[in-house]
């Protein structure tokens, strides 16, 4: 997407997302981002109960609508933001897509989230799920309270009918709420509500895709260590990147992708790429800079890459609203549509989006609608100067996003903010608006990478990063992609 878009709107192809920082959407946001870290509700939460009923009791049906309440039968408050339900259900077949949609709600159908995902053992009725969470907005339940009527629904992507009758969650014959074991309820993870399907029980034995205690040997992987000569040359494009020159969004209006600002330099005997972005204090002069893959085909595994972050720029006056970044990320295909995905690393050496001073950070994405904007998204922050080389690492599993800077924990994003479908790997630098630097002397700010890894469905601490880079470089191999195309 190129559409122009205003500092306070993000555009899909970049990461801009506390433009809105400023509006209550998004303050509502960061709660949710905050309520999505494990709380400490599970203790409150013995009494959560679930009720069920069917709003389409056909054995097919064009849509699911499996109509749910939450009832506090405990004795103590229970914040609805700590509480996913899961509808577990036979998909029509592997490759169906899903989406979710709420169509009313006493709680408000924009405090509700719906999200699919897959049991850690798939049985003959239960191969997907429906995990339905809530925002911060949806408040808490007091002791004998219930949420009230949630009339939710999901369909085929392709609006193709769908089997209901091989579903383990359905239930023809409940045509009026009443108590439903067959839909779970959990809160930190554990079970609180229900029966999962055979296998998937909170004491089950770990997914295989939770780390593994060795290093992988033969996971499929993208190593990277960006040895090229320039921005032109043809083994950037056979090693499957893009760099940008398409104008657009995210940031200043008017600025263009400079390709020639994508330049590479060896650093004794490691070639590093620097990513530039100058200006000099208007639209028409200010040149962003990006990298990307052309293919998504990204999803869980380990991403992992070293860059250098500035906080001042190599020439002219300092104070730009600079974001450097290292995200993936795939495409909205409608407002709010659930199967878009981001994870983001963004340094904001001079603030912005609200923020006076240097701050990281990290962000899962749900999903959001440009306009009027919102999202659904959570992220972690850290108020510092990270100017210099770090070490950046995000792993995405069955269950959760967790970050990592220099080795050491940065945030952990729950299972709402998985990822539907395959993204790119994308580097960019850009201004998000003129007002940090009113001058029009020029001036040009860098970001270094020195090397990009991801290891397909495989979770690697940051040691087991550093080991397997390590070895690509005594092995002098600078490239690999044994990642399949998706
Ligand atoms: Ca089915
Ligand atoms: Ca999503
Ligand atoms: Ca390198």
Redesign the pocket.
Known sequence: MNTPVTTSRRNPRGSGLRAAAASAAAVALAATGLAALPSSASAAADGIVVQYRTSASGASADQSEPWLKVRNAGSSSVPLSGVKLRYYFKADSASAAYRFACSWAVKGCANITGTFGTPANPTATADRYLEIGFTAGAGSLAPGADTGDMQLRFHQASWASLVQSDDYSFGPDRTAYGDWSKVTAHVSGATVWGEAPGGNGPTDPPDPTDPPTDPPGDAPTLFD???YSSHTDPKIGANGWSVRSNPGGPGVPGATWAPENVTFASQSG???MNLETSTAGTGASTKHSEILTKSMKFKNGTYASRVKFSDAPRSGPDGDRIVQTFFTINDLKAPMADDYAEYDFEYLPNGGWGEPANILYTTSWETYRPDPWEAVNAHSEVRASYAGWHDLVVTIDDNRITYYVDGQHFGTHGAAYLPERPMSINFNQWLIDLQGQPSTTPRSYDQQV??VLHVKDQVLTPAQVNAMVGSYRSAGKTFEDTVPGS
């Open positions: 260590d960006f040895n490691n070639s590093v020195d090397y």
